[in-house]
Every structure is written in structure tokens, then in C-alpha cells.
């Protein structure tokens, strides 16, 4: 794995968990945000931290912005000052930008000006808790698109010892399964011929329509 340069530009809860994870992944992370208290408390948990007004361009410029390969602006509270910051780091020529929106309509303005993917945390924590309580087997629900999502299921009881071909995801549901985790091992890509094991899980790829298909054959199931 390449290894990537990052800019954080706000050091609430959801900034701070992206800036030191992606560091604990090895790559350089710079922090930003404007309340010292905050730089502190993860100084040693980044490449760089600096305190500094987001929305300040010539000390952004001054940081080299420019040359990083991923800038993640968190400043959703604030819209006026994330709307800035996204503006800026993507005049500097930041390669690509993923911001913090806290509405549709932050979000749209966002893409507007130059984000290339936008996350609203609440409205997709909300999607993944609606999908486990359809189902209690579906672990995780990620919306990768309008059209497509991935998804992880927990293997029903009746599919053990079957291979992925008996199950018949593909030819039901127009399912492709990805990868199957099983604790800390993962298998990308299993051909048809895998056998499936008692707590696999099923990491499935496919469009939103076959997926709820699918989820509403597991509702019943659990049921």
C-alpha cells in the first residue's frame, strides 16, 4: 500500500477518529484545527498538528496544502467555514476532497464547489441501524452510490458446509460476494467453489434494488 499524505481540517470527534486512524494505517497525516486543546490531545497521535484557522488561506498556503493527496474537511457545525475550507483546499489543487456535511442541502453546495464525496454521519449511521433491525444477520449496510451498496451479512445457519454457488446469491439476487470474513482472516475475491463456514461473513456487493430484495428473504428468515 502506496503510502498517502493527509490534511485533517477539523479536530471534533468524527476528525480526530480519521486523523489518527489513517495515521495508526502508516501514512502522514497533518492536522489542522483552531482550538489548541484539541492539537494537543493528538499531537502524538499524528505526523503534524497545527493550530490555525481552516478558513485562513495564506496560512494554508503556507502549509504546502497543495501537495497532499487527500484532504478531509470536518467542519460540518460550522457551514460557512466548512464551505471555505473545501473551497480553498480544492483551489490549492488538493487531489481529492472529502468533506463533513450535516444536511442534503450542505451536502449539494459541497459537491458544488469541488468535494469529491461528501459523508453526513448521522444520515448514514441511521441507514446502517435501519437495515440490522430488518434484519438482525446484516452487520453492516454501506451506500456506495444511488444505484449500488455493499453489505455485510452474517451467514445463515442453513448455509454452512454449502459452497457460495449452492446458496445462490448471484442467480437469485444478482449478488456478488466480494470477500468472506471470518475473525480477523479475510478471503477477497472467493470463487464459487468456497465453502461456507459457521460465522463467515458475507461481504456482498450489488445494486440497492437486488440488496433490498435480498434483505426482505432475511427478514422473513429471522423471523
Do not use: C
Not at 5 to 22: N, W
Not at 67 to 75: G, K, P, Q, Y
Not at 119 to 148: F, T
Amino acid at each position: 500500500m502506496a503510502k498517502k499524505q493527509f490534511v485533517i481540517l477539523g479536530l471534533g470527534r468524527f476528525g480526530a477518529s480519521i486523523a489518527t486512524t489513517v495515521y495508526n494505517l502508516g501514512h502522514d497525516v497533518l492536522a489542522i484545527d483552531k482550538d489548541e486543546d484539541r492539537i494537543q490531545e493528538i499531537a502524538d497521535n499524528v505526523t503534524h498538528a497545527v493550530q490555525m484557522d481552516a478558513t485562513d488561506e495564506n496560512s494554508l498556503k503556507t502549509l504546502g496544502i497543495r501537495n497532499f493527496d487527500v484532504a478531509v474537511v470536518t467542519i460540518g457545525n460550522n457551514i460557512q467555514a466548512s464551505i471555505m475550507a473545501t473551497l480553498l483546499v480544492k483551489e490549492m489543487g488538493v487531489k481529492y476532497i472529502i468533506a463533513k456535511g450535516n444536511s442534503d442541502m450542505h451536502a449539494k453546495v459541497l459537491y458544488k464547489i469541488g468535494a469529491d464525496r461528501v459523508i453526513l454521519p448521522e444520515h448514514d449511521m441511521g441507514v446502517r441501524v435501519a437495515h440490522n433491525l430488518v434484519s438482525s444477520n446484516i452487520l453492516d449496510y454501506i451506500e456506495l452510490s444511488a444505484e449500488h451498496s455493499m453489505v455485510e451479512i452474517e451467514a445463515l445457519s442453513e448455509w454452512n458446509n454449502k459452497s457460495i454457488k449452492d446458496i445462490k446469491i448471484r442467480g437469485k439476487y444478482g449478488i456478488n460476494v466480494v470477500a468472506v470474513k471470518n475473525g480477523n482472516s479475510i478471503k477477497v475475491s472467493p470463487s464459487a467453489e468456497y465453502v461456507i463456514k459457521d460465522k463467515d461473513v458475507l461481504v456482498a456487493l450489488g445494486t440497492s434494488e437486488d440488496l433490498s430484495k435480498f434483505e426482505s428473504m432475511l427478514g422473513k428468515k429471522s423471523k
